[in-house]
């Protein structure tokens, strides 16, 4: 199945999904004040972009990817509104097709995406994600973590199934727990922030 398959356009036709939340998800801002992104940086699953635009106005080279277009739309809509001087590009493309997109990256975030993911997708998606990404460049996963037992929402993973599947060809830089905010939990849902390096 690919990622359109999931009905996230279904979910941002209907309104307002509940992981739009018009900010940047603070674990990414603190991630920026470490210095942990490098340009190029590829934005997966960016929805309506807030985590792309906050790193582009800290001066990043970005694009946003994702598959729902009126998700872009809203992006775009608020990349004008945030009059930035190098604004971000945000592209129309499936993360499971990864591997014949032609983009390249030197630092890839995925905030609450990988989650969405069944088993035989994510084989898919780090195949493509192991052309995108040059060597010795990041990959910063924010995920549901097994503590968040409230509905709705994703899939949760323990910190061991996340990096089970990073296991060749990727290090660990490091591991949190966090936070993840969206639009249903006033107190965030409970999330790993895991940051690997491809080697």
């Known amino acids: 199945m690919s990622e359109a398959g999931h009905d996230f356009a279904g979910m941002y036709a209907e309104g307002i999904p509940p992981w739009q939340i018009d900010r940047p998800q603070p674990e990414v801002i603190r991630l920026i004040g470490q210095g942990k992104f490098e340009s190029p940086v590829l934005d997966l699953g960016c929805g309506t972009g807030d985590n792309t635009i906050e790193l582009a106005r800290q001066g990043l080279v970005v694009k946003g990817l ?43 975030l995925d905030c609450a995406l990988f989650h969405t993911f069944s088993d035989e997708e994510r084989a898919e998606y780090i195949r493509g994600l192991e052309e995108v990404l040059s060597l010795g460049g990041r990959l910063h996963i924010l995920s549901f973590s097994e503590l968040e037992t409230r509905q709705p929402g994703p899939r949760r993973l323990s910190l061991s199934e996340i990096t089970r599947i990073f296991a060749t060809g990727w290090r660990v830089e490091d591991s949190v727990r966090c936070r993840y905010w969206d639009r249903v939990r006033p107190d965030g849902a409970h999330a790993w922030r895991v940051s690997f390096v491809r080697e």
């Open 66 to 108: 994702d598959a729902v277009p009126k998700a872009l739309e809203r992006a775009r809509k608020k990349t004008v509104k945030a009059g930035l001087k190098q604004s971000p590009e945000f592209v129309l493309g499936d993360a499971l097709r990864l591997a014949k997109s032609g983009l390249k990256a030197r630092t890839v």
